[in-house]
């Protein structure tokens, strides 16, 4: 009987491990990652612009701001030049990447 429990307990963890591994939600992904430069609730910082309030972030679709957070942004395409370094292309899944998207067009402009 003990280990019939056991075995429940570890297939209940073994499944949400691996739901984690699926996609994290955006909000952790944001803290996480992207704070660093562009601030906790994306007020900005010296090496990231704001976010919360950012015309592009309010005016794009998902799939336009997906494309700067997986490609980044440097050279020509700046659109912050006063910023000391490039957005760097960051190393998420696709579906990491919609979620924190997601999370940036939504909830971080509460
Ligand atoms: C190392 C610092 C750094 C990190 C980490 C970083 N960014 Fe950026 N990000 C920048 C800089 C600098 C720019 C401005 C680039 C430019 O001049 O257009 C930028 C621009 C952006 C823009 C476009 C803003 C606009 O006004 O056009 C979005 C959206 C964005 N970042 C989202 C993210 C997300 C989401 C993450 C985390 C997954 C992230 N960034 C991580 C530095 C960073």
Do not use: W
């Not at 739901?19 to 910082?45: L, P, R, V, Y």
């Not at 998902?62 to 190393?91: E, Y």
């Amino acid at each position: 009987m003990k280990s019939i429990f056991l075995l429940l307990v570890a297939l209940v963890m073994g499944i949400s491990f691996a739901g984690a591994a699926i996609a994290a939600d955006g909000k952790t992904t944001f803290t996480n990652i992207c704070a660093a430069c562009h601030g906790q609730k994306g007020e900005g910082s010296p090496i990231g612009p704001a976010l919360k309030g950012n015309e592009f972030v309010k005016t794009s679709d998902i799939a336009a701001i997906k494309n700067v957070i997986l490609k980044g942004r440097s050279g020509k395409d700046r659109k912050h030049p006063n910023f000391p370094a490039d957005m760097p292309a960051q190393a998420l899944s696709d579906a990491d990447a919609e979620a924190v998207a997601n999370y940036e067009k939504n909830d971080l402009q509460k």
